[in-house]
């Protein structure tokens, strides 16, 4: 038997620490740290009343894949806590008014050729 479609390939923030973030991925939770993560998106959606998202980039073993975690989920709080400890970014307060007054998506960060190279 086969799992149900919007499971298969599922993969979501479960932690989140100085560290990194903790993703299950199909089911099985993997450790990325904060290295791991190319980009950081932050956005609202007009569609869903302005509810303000963001958007993060992570370079996984099996490739690169895209998280997206709107404000009502869960993990929202302490993601958005210890987001802009992990990496430079700033605080929520400093961008998030900003983002739902003017709905889109904007780059909040993004990891830089240099640091790949490193």
């Given amino acids: 038997m086969?799992?149900?479609?919007?499971?298969?390939?599922?993969?979501y923030i479960v932690g989140v620490s100085e560290g990194g973030l903790t993703v299950?991925?199909?089911?099985?939770?993997h450790f990325m740290s904060w290295a791991m993560v190319s980009s950081i998106t932050g956005g609202a959606s007009k569609r869903d009343g302005n509810m303000v998202f963001v958007a993060i980039g992570i370079d996984g073993e099996d490739g690169e894949r895209s998280l997206i975690v709107p404000e009502n989920d869960p993990?929202?709080?302490?993601?958005?806590?210890?987001?802009?400890?992990?990496?430079?970014?700033?605080?929520?307060?400093?961008?998030?008014?900003?983002?739902?007054?003017?709905?889109?998506?904007?780059?909040?960060?993004?990891?830089?050729?240099?640091?790949?190279?490193?």
């Avoid at 299950?24 to 939770?29: A, F, L, P, Q």
């Avoid at 993990?75 to 210890?82: C, E, G, P, R, V």
């Avoid at 987001?83 to 307060?93: D, F, K, M, N, R």
């Fill in 2 to 11: 086969s799992e149900a479609p919007e499971t298969q390939n599922a993969a």
């Fill in 24 to 29: 299950r991925i199909d089911g099985e939770d």
């Fill in 75 to 118: 993990i929202w709080t302490k993601l958005i806590a210890l987001l802009h400890v992990g990496l430079p970014i700033a605080p929520l307060e400093a961008w998030a008014t900003g983002i739902a007054a003017f709905p889109g998506a904007y780059t909040l960060y993004r990891r830089s050729v240099h640091s790949e190279m490193q």
